[in-house]
């Protein structure tokens, strides 16, 4: 049963979803959208607000940095993601779990769920205009779970059913190779533009000193391993590196979904996930990503690598500072550290010209302000500040 049917069956008649946004039509009331920092929350939360600016109805888009108690004193009907809002009393939200569940609790629903932006897309898709950019974004939010690729689990089979849904409407082609973007033993023109796994040093738009491309498959793997062995004490076989490649079927300014995921947690951390969101249900923002992102990848594999030589402080359990020498985006740095360096129930902080700063792609908002002594800023999806609380 999809979680559209579930919702049916729970409510007992219309989706609530649907029926939250048709009341507020017809009463003329906004809808507030609420989410969490995780990419794939503000994949769904755009999807929505597409929606609704579909459907002629006033919205509010907040994060949960925005939330305080006057805010949620308002009696407005809300949609969040990543976020139980027990306090409200209609209200839908999503959270993640490892298969679909709902719970109505008095005239708001509780809805557990793997991915969120998959599944409001099958809630919409029949009630709204569905534009090939945002099945994308829906892919390449699933795909958020599987990075770094080199170490991800094999996907589920929500993925490949959306995969194949994808293929089936000429909108997306895998193949299957080596999970390297700069170079593909395929189609080099048509496939993979460049390096998104940030953590294979020399992969990551810098130049090699040679062209690699007339290399063999075996060939090709043996140096990237060799390349991981500079940067990394996990052991890998040259089959580890061979898996699925997706990119875009059709004209589209990326090629490959996880250079887009990329590119949006990128420029979610300079820009905010206000940008995001916008940029879904607009879609003549679009290509301001890509244009914003060009410069950043490429800083960005030029920093990776040094992160470990500049350091790595353990302050305290599950507490690392790490200092950087260049603003970068913080994020993909994050998830390579904790990939490789640090347990991924960590929180980090990085040092860079003075300041302070927590993502909080992977960091809660409560858990990060509880280790800052004085006030803190909001940047982009992070928060910055000046001292760092120790007790």
Request: glycine share 6%.
């Amino acid at each position: 049963m999809t979680l559209a049917n579930m919702l049916n069956v729970a409510s007992g008649s219309e989706n609530p979803l649907l029926r939250l946004v048709s009341n507020a039509r017809k009463d003329g009331s906004k809808v507030r959208i609420v989410s969490n920092y995780d990419i794939d929350a503000v994949i769904a939360s755009g999807i929505v607000v597409k929606y609704l600016l579909q459907s002629d109805v006033r919205y509010e888009y907040l994060t949960t940095l925005d939330l305080d108690r006057a805010v949620l004193a308002k009696e407005v009907p809300t949609i969040s993601f990543g976020t139980h809002l027990s306090e409200l009393r209609n209200c839908v939200s999503l959270v993640r779990g490892e298969r679909s569940e709902i719970r109505r609790l008095g005239d708001s629903y509780l809805v557990s769920t793997p991915y969120y932006s998959y599944n409001v897309l099958k809630v919409l898709e029949d009630v709204m205009i569905v534009t090939n950019d945002v099945r994308y974004y829906v892919l390449t939010s699933m795909l958020g779970k599987y990075i770094p690729r080199l170490k991800a689990y094999q996907v589920d089979d929500l993925v490949r059913n959306y995969v194949k849904e994808l293929c089936d409407l000429n909108l997306l082609r895998v193949v299957r190779g080596l999970k390297i973007f700069n170079y593909s033993l395929v189609e080099v023109s048509k496939a993979l533009s460049r390096s998104l796994d940030v953590f294979v040093p020399g992969y990551g738009g810098a130049d090699l000193g040679r062209d690699v491309r007339s290399l063999s498959e075996a060939e090709l793997g043996n140096e990237v391993l060799s390349s991981i062995a500079k940067f990394s004490q996990t052991k890998f076989l040259v089959n580890d590196l061979v898996g699925d490649n997706y990119y875009t079927a059709q004209e589209w300014f990326f090629r490959d979904m996880y250079e887009f995921l990329y590119a949006l947690i990128s420029v979610a951390d300079v820009y905010g996930v206000h940008y995001i969101v916008a940029s879904i249900s607009v879609t003549n923002y679009l290509p301001l990503i890509r244009l914003k992102y060009e410069g950043l990848l490429k800083e960005l594999a030029a920093n990776i690598s040094k992160v470990k030589d500049v350091g790595i402080q353990q302050v305290r359990k599950n507490l690392y500072r790490v200092r950087l020498s260049s603003q970068v985006p913080i994020t993909p740095i994050c998830k390579v550290l904790k990939s490789y360096f640090i347990p991924l129930d960590s929180i980090v902080v990085y040092e860079l010209d003075n300041y302070l700063y927590i993502s909080l792609f992977d960091t809660p908002l409560d858990s990060a302000a509880s280790l800052v002594r004085g006030g803190y800023e909001r940047v982009g999806s992070l928060i910055r500040f000046k001292e760092l609380r120790l007790s």
